[in-house]
């Protein structure tokens, strides 16, 4: 039977040190997963000590999926005092411990006690089924296991400040290249130009790269490279060293662009573009860490962590921008969702 806790006491705890809310007339300790809630800590902090319920289920205030009822039950750490029911009472929950065999039992998916790539390369899932479980969020409290090889384990676990550290002096050397050319101006213009020009990659990388859903072919290998790629991403949306791009991906990725930058660029402008493009990279992914782990800055990056967590958890077929919503007004996918 759960340990029963008075409504007073639970009031007690109404900050970001110690946070406990009532759900249902269960009483949940979620002052770990503060600095990790999607709609950022602000919002369970302006209830914390309190009831809610009618907040959890009410659409217009702050609408949840499914995954954020299981995500809440891992907190539970016992019943509310008052008004408890037989069935209420009963109800089991483990506190601050992802419930990784009810999920396992639940979707008959991946088992995340254990390396996720290897079972899915032995599975045999449908392509709907595939996508309907990849983009369900799940929620663990450190690093999933993804390879589980000793070697190849380390290469997919990145630090966001790993992308700064190792792209920046790129754009330094691309800027002193072009700088050498004398034209000052042109440089700087050049490398306003690869900024746009990263913009609009961001959102068509995103969009049909990373989002090739509907032109998945119904075959195992090609679950596995778009959950190798992406689909990881929204099955855990909130690990912390898979958020940014390993810098191996990087220079996969980025090999081609930069062959056709000097391609298509006369030698200054190369530079400058490049240098331009790879700045607005850094920006992106040290912004899609800061949307995803951070209490964030009330002008445009609040509404834009919304729209970001809008499409990891309500419909991930639109907002594809994560640094702007311009593209996804351009092209006629910019997500619609209650604030």
């Known amino acids: ?26 009483v949940y300790n ?35 999926s499914e995954s954020a009822y299981d995500i809440l039950e891992e907190y539970c750490i016992g019943q509310l005092a008052t ?31 254990k390396a996720l790539i ?19 969020p799940r929620y663990l409290p450190g690093p999933a296991i993804f390879f589980g090889h000793p070697l190849l384990e380390p290469l997919t676990k990145t630090a966001w400040y790993v992308v700064p550290t190792v792209w920046i002096p790129y754009v330094g050397y691309q800027l002193y290249h072009s700088l050498q050319f004398g034209n000052s101006t042109g440089t700087a213009m050049s490398f306003a130009l690869g900024v746009i020009i990263w913009s609009l990659l961001e959102y068509l990388l995103h969009r049909f790269f990373f989002h090739l859903d509907e032109l998945l072919p119904d075959h195992q290998a090609a679950f596995v490279l778009h959950f ?40 200054m402008m190369a530079h400058g573009v490049i240098a331009g493009g790879f700045f607005g990279y850094i920006l992106y992914d040290c912004t899609h860490y800061y949307l995803h782990h951070a209490k964030v800055y009330e002008i445009h990056f609040k509404e834009m962590k919304k729209y970001h967590m809008a499409h990891h958890y309500k419909n991930y077929e639109g907002g594809y921008g994560i640094t702007s919503k311009i593209w996804d007004h351009c092209f006629g996918t910019k997500l619609k969702y209650t604030n």
């Open 1 to 26: 039977m759960l340990k029963k806790i008075r409504s007073d006491e639970v009031s007690k705890h109404n900050s970001a040190d110690s946070c406990w809310v009532i759900y249902n007339n269960k």
């Open 30 to 64: 979620v002052t770990e997963f503060i600095q990790d809630h999607p709609g950022g800590d602000d919002v369970i902090l302006d209830y914390a000590g309190r009831d809610i319920t009618k907040v959890m289920s009410d659409v217009n205030e702050h609408e949840h």
């Open 83 to 113: 008004e408890i029911s037989t069935q209420e009472a009963h109800k089991k929950c483990t506190p601050n411990e992802t419930d990784i065999n009810s999920d396992i039992k639940k979707n008959q998916f991946l088992d995340l006690s």
């Open 118 to 136: 290897p079972q899915l390369m032995r599975a045999r899932f449908t392509k709907e089924f595939y996508l309907e479980q990849v983009h369900k």
């Open 228 to 267: 190798t790629i992406h689909g990881f991403h929204h099955y855990l949306p909130m690990d912390r060293l898979r958020l940014v791009m390993p810098p191996t991906l990087a220079v996969i990725i980025a090999y081609p662009l930069v062959r056709l930058g000097y391609f298509l660029f006369p030698p």
